[in-house]
């Protein structure tokens, strides 16, 4: 787990900015992304998209609080989480008894609910948030996915060579015939976005709907969005969303940039309503507190925050805000700038 970080050159990386200020925590991008890609019995409890309720545990829990790299560029041997403790087992349900109960006459009514005793599970604290009600509650939801680092540390903790970056696009993919199940990259990942294929007994992640995107189409976690809130594109297109947010703008931030490994996946930080006093009235302080949001997307957050207020407010005046336009999307086609790229033929 020592491997120092290596340059992983690619012609133009593929990128996405996720807007928190409009995501639902509908879980349509969770379906969407799951009923594509994870529906046999090996990957039940892997979700390569999620939809996490913050200030929270997140999924798998506690997610945020190992891995990544050192200072030095090292890997940091992070730690594989449980079933119980970490995923939460696939939980089973009384379904017979419910359907059976229903619309009989003098059956006592069986309400659809877990078997068991689940421990853990994803939206396990969906919607419970931080603060006291009413004055200074507070919860964001936090969209999550492999982020197709630029220096990915599963990469470099794999001693199989069986994860690489395209040079074509930058996404980051596993060979399952290379792999041999040892789960250093799961270790290594601090984002926890590789998991382990219990049946086939190989990593398996997110691959940015690769088959997708290869011909100019988004992702389906993007593409199913009702809220609109997510931007795809490439660093380098300097006419799409994703340069714009992220260079020109500077609103659209990495989570955790103190991990070192340069994630391609980007947010606009969350605005909030004010805290209000003992008699209700506003104090002028946001419910999310920005110390919160530092330790997520580091210290440009509070720029990104006031320039995203400036530029609200100027709308509020009725003057234009390229920025307002962007963000909002009126054209959803607008949000997506992929150009059909076809793989090259390696001779």
Known sequence: MANAQTAHPVKHQVAMVLDLNKCL??????????KLWNTDSGTDYSYWNNVETLPGKGYPANWSSEGGRTETGTVKRGRIPGLDDGYGRA?????KDAYASAGKPGAQKQWLRPSGKPKWGPNWDEDEGKGHYPANNHFFYLPRLCNHCTHPACLDACPRAA??????????????????GYRFCVEACPYKKVYFDT???VAAKCIFCMPRVE??????????????????G???????????????????????????IGPNVFY??????????????PTGEPRIPSSYLETLFGEAVHAAIV?????????????????????????????????????EVIS
């Open 25 to 34: 925590g509908c879980q349509t991008c969770t379906v969407a992304c799951k």
């Open 199 to 201: 049946e086939r007994q």
């Open 268 to 281: 606009v930080p969350p605005l909030s309503p004010p805290q209000l006093d003992e008699r209700g009235r």
């Open 91 to 95: 939980w089973k349900f009384n379904h």
């Open 234 to 260: 490439y660093r380098d297109d300097e006419k799409g969303p994703i340069w714009k947010l992220v260079d020109q703008w500077k609103v659209a931030l990495p989570l955790h940039p103190e991990y070192g």
């Open 307 to 343: 320039t995203i207020e400036r530029e609200r407010e100027k709308r509020r005046r009725g003057e234009s805000s390229e920025l307002m336009d962007l963000l909002i999307a009126y054209d959803w086609n607008e949000s997506f700038q992929l150009e059909p790229r076809t793989r």
């Open 163 to 180: 994860i690489a970056k395209r040079e074509e696009d930058g996404i980051v993919l596993v060979d399952q015939d290379r792999c041999h």
């Open 215 to 232: 011909e100019g189409v988004a992702p389906a976690c993007a593409r199913q969005c009702p809220g609109r809130l997510r931007f795809v």
